[in-house]
Structures are given as C-alpha cells and as structure tokens.
DNA sequence: GGCTAACCGGGGCGCACGTTCCGTATAGTA
DNA sequence: TACTATACGGAACGTGCGCCCCGGTTAGCC
C-alpha cells in the first residue's frame, strides 16, 4: 500500500489520510465485489468526494492497479518464502492453494488475472515477471522432486490457477475442496 | 432457433426473415466477442433497426436466452447420443472436451455459464435440468467402467467445466491441449 | 388496385458511470 | 492570528447503452 512513484512534495496530513481511506476501502470493495463497483460508490463509502479519488488516483484503472499490485507483492513474497521450505512438492501446492483461495476471497484479484477490466500484463509487466520467477521457482523444485508431471509450465500453472478460481467464484453449490482435489491430482507425474 | 412458446398469430414473411437475420447476426456476434456487445450492434449487422430486434425479443436477455436454450439443447442430444456409444470412458470425456471446446468458441456461452450477465440456472432451469441429466447418465456410466473416479459428482463435472472454460479463454500464450489434459487426468480414479 | 393490420427504422429518453471543475474549507507557517 | 498553498466535496458533463415511440412502409387479402 505504497505510494505510486519519484518523491513529489510529501502529502499534508489530511490527504494522506484520505487516500489510505480509499485505498483501504477500494480493497475491501474491490475483493468482496469485483472490479465492477462506481467509482462513486468507493468513495461513498470511504467517506470522502468523488474528486478526492481522482486526485489520488488519476484513473480507476490507476486505483486498482495500485492494489493488484501490492496483492501481487504479497504473493510473490510468500511464494518466494515457501520456496525456502523443505518439501518442494508441499511448497508448490501450498502455493497453489493460496493462489485459488485467493481467487475465493477476492474477486478484484479474478476480474484483474482475467483481463476483466484491465490487463495486467500490459499494465504491469515488471511485477508478472516477477511473480513468473517465483513461480517458476516453485515449479522446477517440484518437478525435479517429482511431485508435479515434468512437462507442465509456468504458463500452464498460471492458467490452471485462473481456471481454479473461476471454479471457486462460479461453483456455488459445490464444495471447492473436491475441483481443487482434482486439479491437484492432475498435477502430479503420470501414474 | 425456434420460437419462445405458445403458438401466437404467424409471423408476417418479413418479419420472420428478420427474426431470424437477428437471431444469426447475435448468436455470431454473442460467440466471438461475448455478451457484452450492445444490441445496436447487433441490429447495424443484420441490417435492420434496434426496434425491430426488441420487438422480436423484448429484452436483451430474452435474446441471449433464446441462443443458450438452443445451444444447449444441442449439447444435451449431443451428450444423449454419446451416451449409446461403446466406451463409457470414452464418451464421458469426449463430452467434457466437447464442453471446453464450446467454450474456447463461444466467448457467450462461458459469460452465460459463469453468470456473467444473466444467470441460466434461474431463467431455464428446465433445460439446466436436462443438461445435468444427461451427463449424470454419461457420468455415472463412466464411473462403473472405472474410467472416472467414484467421488465426483455432476456438479463437480459442471464446476470444472466452466473452469476450463475459463482456461481457454484466458491461456492466451499456452496451448490449451496440456492443461486440459492435466484435468482430465485428474478425474480418472486415484492410482 | 386498394385497404388495413402488421411491421420497420432510427431518433430519443433515462440511467449509470468515468471524469472534470470550481467554489469552499483547512493544514501548515510566520 | 493572518495568509496561502493545498486539498476537499459534490455538482455537472460526456458517453454508452438498454429500451420505447411514432411516422412511414409493406405484406397479405379482397
């Protein structure tokens, strides 16, 4: 939740306050309803003008890149954690796991990996770069253990997690645990 | 691509032409680019004014809903005729790839599957019934020839579907063949 | 050919949403 | 406390789109 970039004069008190205000907000809103929700209706919420989003954030599309990007900083953080971890074949679907659960809980985060509203690779390609490293990190570990089939790649990774949130965010009456189970099981070297 | 119900007065010779100009205009229109695409649109391309396309379907909903209901309808015979076939296994996943197939083409189907838009289940449940029908039929079958695993139910065949759907639609830089295949082989029974 | 009901086109209305503007309030400073 | 740069709020604007309306046209029938 930093800010967006070069030092410019340091914000007076107010303004900085309002925009944590927005972001905080833009957040909550953005993952409990997807990029859908009015402008007008963040800042509603948060308390503040309409104008005052827009002088923080020059775009909704500025606004809510400025979110994906720290939950993409997050994730690659922990990804970059887990591939500390002893069992590569756990770190890979530790991770794995997380990622679609956080497909479940924040559906910003799904319309934004599937180009709903915006493209992040366009838009940020340092940071989908970075989160293909991590991944890719996780990825070989894993196979070379031979817990994941030899032949799948990052790319593919990357669309099985897309498609395992779109599981989670459409299959209301299923339990996610059973998908997820088969996914994962797919994942793993040929019998 | 017939009518709605109850036989009302016939159509005059030109208004059934254009009904069904409309009605081939949209569903292409619908397949490549979504749902998203406004009816003007869709009226410019076939060649007639935006009244007539609500005079024939009252809302653009009514008209989408006209395409899936007979889309479906082709896939739940498709599915029926598959399920005389020889091999259970076989035919279960000739459908499921049948299923992600239409989805990689028909960009409307998936908005419409994922309720992006309008919601299937709600405005057809007749035909969302016979569609789960039928591929409890080729389920099933499948699971007693050992093919598929015991513990997924249709819900979960239909939960995944649309998460390849998903797949396809967003994998832009992967070929599709791998991932599905991933999927597949995480619904045959454990090893 | 003439008559009428059915149908056609496209301009227009209402609404939602992204974005901008400007008169007003306030934080920071001397 | 007085002064000014900075920030605030929300009314207003432009655009896009679903949907409706009405003056003109045409198919079907005598």
Known sequence: MTSTSGAARPLRADARRNRAKVLQTAYEVFAAEGLGVPIDEIARRAGV?????????????????????????????TARELAES?????????????MTTAGATDKGLVDALAGEGFDIEAAIPEHEQAFKDAMRELLVRAQAAGAVRADVTVADVKTLMVGCQAMQRYGGDTAPTRVLEVVREGLRPAR
Do not use: C, M, N, S
Not at 66 to 75: F, K, N, P, T
Not at 86 to 98: H, S, T, V
């Open 49 to 77: 003008g309409a104008g005052t989003v827009y002088r923080h954030f020059p775009t909704k599309e500025a606004l809510y890149q400025a979110i994906v990007v720290d939950r993409v900083e997050h994730l690659v953080g």
């Open 86 to 98: 002893a069992d590569p074949g756990e770190a890979f679907f530790g991770f794995f796991d997380l």
